[in-house]
């Protein structure tokens, strides 16, 4: 799946065009994924709650082929949720 983000109200236009800002994996479980991935030796970011409601996030520091990186977890619901 390709997601296109483009902020209300903005078009894209010559002297702005599309940009690509990187990759987002899905995960059924966040830190399940980040455990894993910090045991092969990923250097990846604490697991924390994302901006939308019921998700969690982290991120791969180092990005995978020098692109940004991210696992997103959606309907987390409180399991694992930080206080």
Known sequence: V????????EAETAERPDIFNGLAWGAA????VQDRLQGL????????NG?????RIF??????AFTPTVVLQQNAGTAGAEP
């Open 41 to 48: 030796g990923f250097n990846v970011s604490e697991v924390r």
């Open 59 to 64: 991120t791969l520091r180092e990005g995978v």
């Open 2 to 9: 390709m997601e296109v983000v483009l902020r209300l109200g």
């Open 29 to 32: 479980d966040a830190a399940a």
């Open 51 to 55: 901006r939308k409601p019921g998700t």
